[in-house]
């Protein structure tokens, strides 16, 4: 690989370009508004003022990853860069981008003589630390000239979870890494990713909601334990069957507040969920705790619902039911 | 049947009174709060000063159907009315009694020679007019005391559900009305009831949650129909396989109020919802349409979801992003 | 109306043809096998030998019913008879379409003249006795014309369920039948009817399942009751809260089989609740218990299940416990 | 503590002695049947007749550790230990008991002197080198006599989980230990994290359930890949958001046999799950991940399903849908 470029310096993109740089790296970015450019130049990287640019800057075979919302910004990057780029170069999708459009995306670029690559990205933000989880779509070729990127971004070793779990059983097998197969593989397999972190985040929510209600005054008093949230999630990253990185997250942000008051519990949600959902459908797999998740998060932003209003009425036509007022 | 007394004088209670009264019966009637007894005097009831002198007016084989709340309220009565019933009397409870309390109810009255029935009373406070359906567990020596009473309170050949499907193959089978078998049984099968019932009003809500959804226009403009709610309910009455006395009441809650502003959507629940899940994975059914309409309703009524609050911190842990601020 | 032909001869679509007979309507009829058409030429029908025939024996405007699977049979039939019906004509699509297929098809059959309605039809085989429920989507100009169509089509005032529920507040409204807008929008009601229908088929199956584990030696013998299934279900078809022609169904069912061994419990299901899932998450409408139906129905069609392994397994790992062995 | 004894040798019981054992302590075993006894002795552990010899070979203040299933095994040595110990003592159970039972058993001991404590034990067979994570309810004095016992237990500063979340805010805290409060709290604890664990392979089976289905030719072709889910599942276990330990389990399992041969997917549950779920609907907290973890395991046991028959007996009602054959 002669020259990488990044397009796309929101959160993910940054951090790409963030741990490229601190590997030693020649990192060129350009992004929309400039300021995150100012902020990555000041650590090392080389800026573009235009894709054109960036295009330019890069000698063959020029690699640019794409790390833009999905969808349309994703598409009109494609289309342009189709044009900027040279037989032999090529492009990477490393944001969450729905695995259906990669076939279709291939397809263009390779008119073009340009390789495509979907590349599911998961690590968050912390990635610049502590590597990130790569799922590479895409023809063996073309992930092979982005080795040396890949092997960057990637955890490494060191970071491997430990335990007495038997190692990788092959070692030539790359921490955090995998060649998914063909086009489209590498953002199927992030949505499934991000439909199990899906799953089990609602595992997490209601382990401790519980936890809250017996720990507050309000319910059961007779049987009131007085627990230390905290303390409980701590307890839990260590040893325990459902230690994980999303424990170490909930342990971190209960010990900096017990209380959770910034957070007001209304939850996004980011389209792989639904997606999986829907994959999953057409599959004929039933994935009922997905499902909780994702109505979980939709009826967390809801201010009312028709449907409840309609099952009061209802008892109030048989049975002559009042339900509690309106939250005011 | 020689006397017949009610307890308990809520909106069943007083249906209960009512309709036997409209079919001429001679009842008397008992409350705590004397309003009900002085509204049903003037309908024709005889009223009680007292639980002693309800038995007191009536001759046996006396029958005393309690119409009270479940649980305490219920079993003061059973004892109190253990003391003054006599061998060959007979006493009803006629509440949504959990059906494990009645088989030590039985055992507890069978001692002083007084039969006990544990009857499921579905059909709300239209049952006046339109007769309830009865889920009777207990003796049938006893069942066979109550029959006149039975015969009123079931609704009588012509409220049959009409349609081509096969008429009851048992013409002496009586609509509305089933012996069910030991003691307890009769509460057992109105729990199950109340439970398809959960089920079956959270499918509806469902349903008009996305028929209002896309009748209003803050979602997808483009495909977005003028739907009228409440002629859809109305068509929906007739030959539909959905048709039901639930939809009935949806049609005239919605031709009353399209908007339902009456109705701020926190729904209770009132137990029987609670005890099928927990019999239901005792016995190693799996009901998650039950499950489904009970967190609806207990989600309904929480203002703030600690999980919810978890999930978004989580989030922020991860990824950095921010959720949408709390309701105002 | 001049003419009136049916195409597609399927359970449903003998069914309405049926119906138009007994009520005196001349009705003609298309089918690709040919035993359909036979069978309801001796009912009275004008028999057709190909779909240009069909439109040739109508007059002037001619008004064709398509009952046909949706999907391919659909499109491939609206595109043969664009080329062969005239301006002024009204086709319609009776069968259970996606209701985003409409627009489409209407625009295409506008560009010939011809009006399109999307009509949701349910009822089942029964309606030939008991009338359909209609839900009709498409301009009102082509719905009038077809009006005595819908008129014998629908239940009638006799159909309408009873009971003391408020009668509908406007006397012209037609029972079973409702106009519910733009194109596409009566399958879009059909559809969520169907959804409904899954919620409401899944509660009552839940119920009955515990009930039959109630009433079964195997569990829980301390508390076994002796249930009649089919006396239990016969009691709630009247006054009941779920009173319902589902519970009808069930009751009837039960009635002629109280094993049901004719059923395998493998349950297929024909895409509406699928559609509706998937709408409704795009809408931000949770919907918890049509996506319970929807995947017991798929699961009761699997015979094994990769992730239960995968439990299975997991469980091996962290605990070595020994899950019981594969059914045989 | 002067004397330790472990009366259980069941996988968990052997685990907890061996761990003891190769740290350096004292530990004197019991168990009803003598193979695991001997099988210890062999590791250097000091092997009991009888559980009076147990507590006989203990010098004061004695401490046993009941590791016993749990309901009435573990009430009858609680009965039986609290004949035989004195003043002073502690009694301690370790396996997965309702914490309801602990508050009673803590009395019954009180009586006599001896000290309960309630220790929910995470952490499987693995624990032996990964260590448990401990959740003890009960008094602070006991749990202080234990102390030594619980150092070597937990997993020590090396097995906390690495990357870049905060460390534990008090460097005082042991990992894998809480003192989580009041009599019962312990279990109370380690019922809630059995519950999220339910939720969180749940999460993963989903997943995997998913990719199975992509990776195999029997489901739509066109968009198949050639999947590796062990090679999946390796990447998961790096840097990736659900990176945890029950990934590094499924990761292992794939990696043993990809197609998981061995295990037939029938899932036991061992009533924490349940215990949460009535839990948490009697607190009014709903919890819909959990409750479709334990009704996939239901299912997964069942070999027919009532309520299925009876929805293909409605559908053949209304319809006259066919449903598929039973399987062969």
Known sequence: MAGFGIYGLGRMGQAIARRLLRQGHEVHV???????????????????ASLADLVGQLEAPRCIWLMLPAGEATDQAILALADLLSPGDVLVDGGNSNWRDAHRRAMLLEQRGVAFLDVGTSGGVHGVERGFC?????????IDILDPVFDSLSPG???ESGGPTPPNPNPARRPGFVRTGASGSGHFVKMVHNGIEYGMMQAIAEGFDLLA??????????????????????????????????IDLAAAALNSDPKL???AGRIEDSGEGRWMLHDAIESNIPTPALASALFARIQS??????????????RMGFGGHKEPPART
């Open 30 to 48: 350009y992004n929309r508004s400039p300021d995150p450019i100012a902020l990555l130049a000041k650590e090392g990287a080389q800026s573009a």
């Open 134 to 142: 790569l799922m590479v779509g895409g023809p063996d070729e073309a």
């Open 157 to 159: 070793r060191s970071q």
């Open 213 to 246: 209600a017996t720990a507050t005054p309000a319910t059961r008093a007779s049987e009131k334990f007085d627990l230390k949230l905290d303390a409980i999630a701590d307890a839990w990253r260590s040893s325990s069957v459902i230690s994980s990185w999303l």
């Open 261 to 263: 008051s910034a957070f």
């Open 301 to 314: 932003r809801r201010d009312n619902a028709f449907g409840n209003q309609l099952i009061s009425a209802m």
